[in-house]
């Protein structure tokens, strides 16, 4: 069964940094693209990024671009994103999703339970 | 960049009932269309993909049909724990917005 457990969420001030991790199981992680996929209270979903198996592919939203990095340690099988430069509008539920593809059709079948994080002073 | 919408935002309905989400594209986008379902409080679930593929271990009675720019997807007879958002989605392209807006079905 796959299993993903994101974690590293909380309050940051704006401005801030914050590091995500995705501990995944149940499946060969370096197989597959994973993804960070976002929901803002209230609203709905929103693509953030995506890395390709060996990292060599990165795709990030327009609205984090220059600010958040997509990373992965295969042998540890863990999904990372460091969050800089923090807005308040960043404010959201955090999902690591597992890619159907190794190379990245931005088809999300497996999911975390999300990790919040909160950009306030 | 291409535009999901979908349609209605709510939708009411009782245990049993047949029901039609509606997902619009702003241009063609083939068969590349998804749907997902979120329980409140839960991570979104892929129900459909490639607009009819069910996805293993969804109940039959999920539907999903169109191509190019319009999509539905049918819940033949509704369950209670099928009362959630539902996302279209238009994947295997590296655009902004590709997500729809979510319908939320409601218990009349």
């Known amino acids: 069964e796959v299993q993903l457990l994101e974690s590293g969420g909380g309050l940051v001030q704006p401005g801030g940094s914050l590091r995500l991790s995705c501990a995944a199981s149940?499946?060969?992680?370096?197989?597959?693209?994973m993804n960070w996929v976002r929901q803002a209270p209230g609203k709905g979903l929103e693509w953030v990024s995506l890395?390709?198996?060996?990292?060599?592919?990165?795709y990030y939203a327009d609205s984090v671009k220059g600010r958040f990095t997509i990373s992965r340690d295969n042998s540890k099988n863990t999904l990372y994103l460091q969050m800089n430069s923090l807005r308040a509008d960043d404010t959201a539920v955090y999902y690591c999703a597992k890619d159907r593809t190794l190379w990245g059709m931005f088809l999300f079948d497996s999911w975390g339970q999300g990790t919040p994080v909160t950009v306030s002073s | 960049d291409i535009r999901m919408t979908q349609s209605p935002s709510t939708l009411s309905a009782s245990v049993g009932d047949r029901v039609t989400i509606t997902c619009r594209a702003s241009q063609s986008i083939g068969s590349w269309l998804a749907w997902y379902q979120q329980r409140p409080g839960k991570a979104p679930k892929l129900l459909l993909y490639k607009a009819s593929s069910l996805e293993s271990g969804v109940p039959s009675r999920f539907s999903g049909s169109g191509s190019g720019t319009e999509f539905t997807l049918t819940i033949s007879s509704l369950q209670p724990d099928d009362f959630a958002t539902y996302y279209c989605?238009?994947?295997?392209?590296?655009?902004?917005?590709?997500f729809g807006q979510g319908t939320k079905l409601e218990i009349k």
């Open positions: 989605h238009h994947y295997n392209t590296y655009h902004m917005y590709t």
């Open positions: 149940g499946f060969t992680f370096s197989d597959f693209a």
């Open positions: 890395t390709s198996p060996n990292s060599g592919t990165t």
